[in-house]
């Protein structure tokens, strides 16, 4: 069926794709192994659930001519399965040889079950960041669907923060029209985020559509948003004017406000309860509240290891 050669990688497969699974790891570790194979072109088949599903003509010939110079750097990675081999990332590599009519492909082979073929080519094309804004959201809610797991058990296996993934899948609450001004480049994940402090769907078009006729940047973007919510931000400290507080709870407020750089709020009810309110003016400025707040998190879960180590010795 094929013809092996080996050659050296740099690096292994390990340092190029980071898993904390232990199923992937040994199966990129016997892979690094077998070393580079070269396998007939005839004897693969594409993934059917690859996550990118757009493949533009310019693009496969333009890397094909890369790899008629230069040769295929990477490797396209492969798994064996019923007698023939199945792409598990590569595929715009793969279409490239095609084009140059070559008969073999240079591969690495995986050895993995297909509970994890989809997550192991997630975690390739993310890290290689081969994916647009789209193809990453909805290969995240298939690998939530399909392993019934949780955003932070699937954060902890892709290698990526909780907040990440929260908002990577908001963008698919985006209409048609504007996710596909995305997956052609004409807003990037940037502008998307923002798009979505709106809530009125009419009112994200418009934007949407702004955005791509003045060519503004996101932080530009960020700054429409964040003067469409002054009238409420006005609204509220006007309330603050008229309210007296307890200066201990404006103590906090300050000391709170200085930690997440952004305004906070106590709603105190006669001592006894109430709420927090952390004001965020965008997507990104609430992912950059979550990571404080997941920051402070793990110090805290580290400081807790730390005093169990002392005990113990």
């Known amino acids: 069926m094929s013809s092996k050669k080996r050659h050296g990688l ?3 497969m390990n340092a190029l794709i980071k898993s904390n699974d232990i199923e992937i790891v040994e199966a990129l570790e016997t892979a690094d192994k077998m070393g580079v194979q070269e ?3 005839t004897n693969i088949d594409v993934n059917p659930d690859q996550p990118r599903k757009v493949f533009v003509t310019d693009d496969i010939e333009g890397l094909a001519r890369t790899i008629d110079e230069h040769g295929l750097i990477n490797p396209i990675t492969l798994r064996e399965k019923n007698g023939r081999y199945q792409i598990i990332s590569g595929e715009r590599r793969f ?3 095609k084009f140059l009519n070559r008969t073999k492909a240079p591969a690495l082979i995986l050895n993995v079950q297909d509970s994890k073929m989809l997550e192991l080519t997630l975690i390739e094309n993310i890290q290689r960041e081969d994916l647009n ?3 990453i959201a909805y290969s995240y809610k298939k690998l939530i669907d399909d ?3 949780k955003q932070e058990d699937l954060a902890n296996r892709v290698g990526k923060s909780r907040s990440t993934i929260t908002n990577s899948m908001r963008i698919l609450d985006l209409s048609d029209n504007i996710k596909s001004y995305i997956v052609e480049g004409k807003i990037t994940e940037g502008h998307a985020r923002s798009i979505l402090s ?3 769907k009419d009112a994200r078009e418009k934007l949407a559509l702004e955005i791509i006729e003045n060519s503004y940047s996101v932080r530009k973007v960020e700054e429409i948003v964040r003067n469409s919510k002054l009238d409420k931000k006005e609204i509220i400290e006007n309330i603050k004017k008229v309210v007296k507080k307890d200066p201990n709870l404006r103590n906090i407020e300050n000391r709170l406000e200085k930690i997440f750089s952004t305004r906070v709020l106590l709603h105190d009810k006669e ?3 109430g709420r927090i309110v952390i004001e965020y003016f965008s997507p990104d400025d609430l992912e950059r509240i979550m990571e404080i707040m997941e920051a ?3 110090h805290k879960e580290n400081r807790r290891s730390n005093t169990r180590t002392e005990i113990n010795y």
């Open 95 to 97: 279409r490239a040889l």
């Open 39 to 41: 396998i007939d072109m």
């Open 147 to 149: 392993l019934d797991i």
């Open 133 to 135: 804004a789209i193809e």
């Open 10 to 12: 740099g690096k292994g």
């Open 271 to 273: 001592g006894q309860a």
């Open 296 to 298: 402070c998190d793990e």
């Open 198 to 200: 709106f809530s009125d």
